[in-house]
C-alpha cells in the first residue's frame, strides 16, 4: 500500500516538475495530464478494499462481505471527463499560437512579443 | 416549487439551445438571449425573495437528503445569487452591442460561466462544487481567447495552466476529505470533519486555500490575473472580476467555515496574508499604465479587505466582509463596462489615451468616476461603509495592525486612481471626435454605478439581506441542520 502511495506522489511530483522547468507548450500540457492521472489513481487507491468485490446487486441477492467504495470510481469519471475537456482546449490554444508564432518555446515566444 | 434548481438550468438549457436556433434564424440568437437573461433575472429575485423570510433546501431529483445532491439558498447563498443575476443581467445587454466577434460562441460560453457560477453559489455537496468550478474554469479560458488577438491566447494559456493546477488541488483536497469523512454532502461532511487527524485537517486547510487561492488570487498566485485581463473583452472582464473570483473566494469562505470553523491560527492566517494582499496589489497596481492592469491589481487588492474581514470570524466581519464582496462586484463591473466603452469608442487602452474622454463623453465619465471614488472608499458611496465597516470589525477584536492598514490601503489606491480621474478631466491637444455611444453600452454601466451611490446612502437595502449571514456561517451546526431538513 505504502509503495503505491509513493508511486503517486512521484508522478504527482514529476507533473509539477514539469509544468515548472519546461519550455515546451506541449510538454506542458503532458505534464498537467500526468498530474492529473496521479489524482485519478489516487481516487481508484482510497476505493480499493483488498479482496472487495464489485458494487452490483444481482439477482440471487447474495450477501456481499466486501465492496470497493463506488463514490470515487464515478468521481473519478467525472474528473476524467474535465481532464479530457481541458487538455482539448490547451491543444486547441496551443495550435493557435503555434500559427502566430511559429514556435512551441515560451522564450522565443516572449522574444517575438518583445 | 421548483424555481432553485432553474436558476442553474435556465442559463444552461439556453446555452445548448443558442446553436440550434442559430440554424433556423439568426436574427432570433439575440432576442432569445436577452429574454433568457430577463426572466433569469426574475426568478432569482423571486427566490431571493423567498430565501429572506426562511432559507431554502431544494433537493435535485427528490432523492433522499444523503444520498443526492441538495442546493442549499441561505443568506450568503442569496447574497451571491442576487450579485450574480444583476451583473450577469447588466453584462449580457451591454454584450449585444460591444460583442462583434463570435457572436454565438460568446453568448454560449457566458451563460454556461452563470450557470457554473450560479451552481458554485448554490450547491450543498462538495463533488457538485468542484464540477462547477471547472465549468465555470473552462468557459473563462475559452472567453479570454475569443478575441483571437496575440494577447488573449497567451493571457489564455497563461490562465489555463494556472487553473488546471488550482483545479489539480481543489480535486486533491476533496478526495482527501471524501477519504476520512466518508461522506459529499457539505453537512456530513461538516459532522464527521472533526474526528480527522490534525495533520490530514491541515494538509486539507493548505489544499483548499492553493487550489481557491489562485483563483481568488492572493497574492504569490495572483501573477496570471493582470495578463488574463489585457486580452480579454471588457465584458468578460467585469463578469471575472464581479463573480468567477467572488464564486471561489466565497466557496473558500464557505468551506472554511463549515469544515474548520474560525480558530485562531485560521483567523490569524487569513488576516495577514489578507492585509498583505491588498498591500502589494496596491503597490503593483500604482506603477500599471494599462487601464485593465490597474483594475485587475485592483480586484486583487479588495480580495484582501474581503479576506480580512472574513478571517475575523466575528459576527461583524462577516457582516462586513460579505457586504464588501458584494459592493466589490458592483463597483468592479461598473469600471470595467466603462474603461470597455472607452477602448470599444476611441480605442483607449493606456491611462494617457483617457485625456479629454472627460468632456467629450461626460455622462460615462461620470459614472466611471463615482466608481473609482467608491472603490477608493470615499463617503457616500458604499465602499466607504464596507471599508468602515471592516475597519470597525478589525478594531473590536483588536487586530490594531490589519485595521491601521485598511485606510493605508485606501490612501494607496487613491494615488493610483487619481492619475485616472486626472488623465479624464485633463485637456488633450486635439479635438476628439467622439461617435455617439449606443444606449445599451451606457444604460448598464449607468445603473451599475446609480447602484454604487444608493448602496451607500441606503445601505439598509443589502444590510437586510446580509444581517443573517453569520448566522449559517459562524455556528455551522444551523447549516447542517438546514441541510438535513432538521
Same mark, same amino acid.
Given at each position: 500500500m505504502e509503495t503505491t502511495f509513493l508511486a503517486i506522489a512521484v508522478l504527482f511530483g514529476l507533473g509539477l516538475y514539469i509544468i515548472l522547468t519546461h519550455q515546451n507548450l506541449i510538454k506542458i500540457a503532458m505534464g498537467i495530464g500526468v498530474m492529473e492521472s496521479a489524482i485519478i489513481l489516487l481516487f481508484i487507491i482510497f476505493s480499493y478494499r483488498p479482496g472487495g468485490t464489485a458494487p452490483i446487486l444481482d439477482a440471487d441477492a447474495q450477501a456481499y462481505d466486501l465492496i470497493v467504495d463506488p463514490i470515487p470510481q464515478a468521481l473519478s469519471l467525472t474528473a476524467i471527463v474535465i481532464g479530457a475537456a481541458t487538455t482539448a482546449l490547451m491543444l486547441a490554444l496551443i495550435i493557435k499560437i503555434y500559427n502566430r508564432y511559429?514556435?512551441?518555446?515560451i522564450d522565443e515566444i516572449k522574444k517575438l512579443k518583445g | 416549487m421548483d424555481t432553485p434548481v432553474l436558476l442553474i438550468a435556465l442559463p444552461l438549457l439556453t446555452a445548448f439551445s443558442l446553436g440550434i436556433i442559430k440554424i433556423f434564424s439568426k436574427k432570433m440568437v439575440k432576442v432569445v438571449t436577452v429574454i433568457s437573461a430577463t426572466v433569469h433575472l426574475a426568478l432569482i429575485m423571486s427566490v431571493v425573495r423567498e430565501a429572506m423570510q426562511r432559507p431554502i433546501v431544494y433537493h435535485l431529483g427528490d432523492w433522499d437528503n444523503l444520498l443526492g445532491i441538495s442546493l442549499v439558498i441561505d443568506s450568503f447563498s442569496a447574497m451571491m445569487a442576487l450579485l450574480i443575476g444583476v451583473l450577469a443581467y447588466a453584462v449580457i445587454i451591454y454584450s449585444l452591442?460591444?460583442?462583434?466577434?463570435?457572436e454565438l460562441k460568446y453568448y454560449v460560453l457566458s451563460f454556461l460561466l452563470i450557470a457554473g457560477v450560479m451552481g458554485m453559489s448554490l450547491t450543498g455537496d462538495l463533488f457538485n462544487l468542484y464540477v462547477f468550478f471547472e465549468i465555470v474554469s473552462i468557459t473563462s479560458y475559452a472567453l479570454v481567447a475569443i478575441k483571437e488577438e496575440k494577447a488573449s491566447f497567451e493571457g489564455a494559456f497563461k490562465y489555463l495552466v494556472m487553473g488546471m493546477l488550482s483545479g489539480a488541488f481543489v480535486l486533491l483536497a476533496i478526495i482527501l476529505t471524501y477519504q476520512v469523512t466518508?461522506?459529499?454532502?457539505f453537512a456530513q461532511v461538516a459532522a464527521n470533519?472533526?474526528?480527522?487527524?490534525m495533520l490530514v485537517r491541515q494538509t486539507i486547510f493548505v489544499f483548499f486555500l492553493i487550489g481557491f487561492g489562485t483563483k481568488f488570487c492572493l497574492v504569490p498566485l495572483h501573477a496570471w490575473l493582470p495578463d488574463v485581463y489585457c486580452g480579454a473583452p471588457a465584458s468578460f472582464n467585469a463578469l471575472s472580476s464581479g463573480l468567477v473570483i467572488k464564486a471561489s473566494l466565497y466557496a473558500f469562505i464557505r468551506i472554511v467555515y463549515l469544515l &474548520?470553523?474560525?480558530?485562531t491560527g485560521i483567523s490569524q492566517v487569513m488576516i495577514y496574508w489578507g492585509v498583505l494582499t491588498f498591500l502589494v496589489a496596491h503597490i503593483l497596481a500604482y506603477?500599471?499604465?494599462?487601464l485593465k492592469r490597474l483594475l485587475g491589481y485592483s480586484s486583487i487588492a479588495q480580495i484582501g479587505y474581503i479576506m480580512l474581514a472574513i478571517g475575523l470570524g466575528t459576527e461583524s466581519g462577516i457582516i462586513a466582509g460579505s457586504y464588501h464582496l458584494f459592493n466589490d462586484g458592483l463597483m468592479k463591473a461598473t469600471l470595467f463596462l466603462g474603461v470597455g466603452i472607452f477602448s470599444y469608442t476611441v480605442?483607449?487602452?493606456?491611462?494617457?489615451?483617457?485625456?479629454g474622454l472627460g468632456f467629450s463623453m461626460p455622462k460615462v465619465s461620470f459614472a466611471v468616476v463615482i466608481a473609482t471614488l467608491a472603490i477608493i472608499g470615499l463617503?457616500? &458611496?458604499?465602499g466607504f461603509i464596507s471599508k468602515w465597516l471592516i475597519l470597525q470589525a478589525a478594531w473590536e477584536t483588536e487586530y490594531i495592525v490589519a485595521a491601521f492598514f485598511v485606510p493605508i490601503g485606501s490612501l494607496l489606491s487613491l494615488g493610483y486612481y487619481l492619475k485616472v480621474i486626472k488623465a479624464l478631466y485633463s485637456r488633450a491637444e486635439g479635438e476628439l471626435e467622439v461617435k455617439p455611444i449606443d444606449w445599451k453600452l451606457r444604460v448598464p454601466t449607468y445603473v451599475l454605478s446609480a447602484a454604487c451611490l444608493v448602496m451607500g446612502i441606503i445601505p439598509n437595502l443589502s444590510l437586510a439581506l446580509i444581517t443573517n449571514i453569520p448566522k449559517f456561517l459562524l455556528d455551522s451546526s444551523n447549516y447542517i441542520n438546514l441541510l438535513l431538513g432538521r
Open positions: 511559429n514556435t512551441l518555446y | 452591442v460591444y460583442v462583434d466577434f463570435h466518508g461522506a459529499l454532502n470533519f472533526g474526528d480527522a487527524p &474548520f470553523g474560525m480558530t506603477q500599471q499604465e494599462s480605442g483607449a487602452s493606456k491611462i494617457d489615451d483617457l485625456k463617503p457616500p &458611496f458604499n
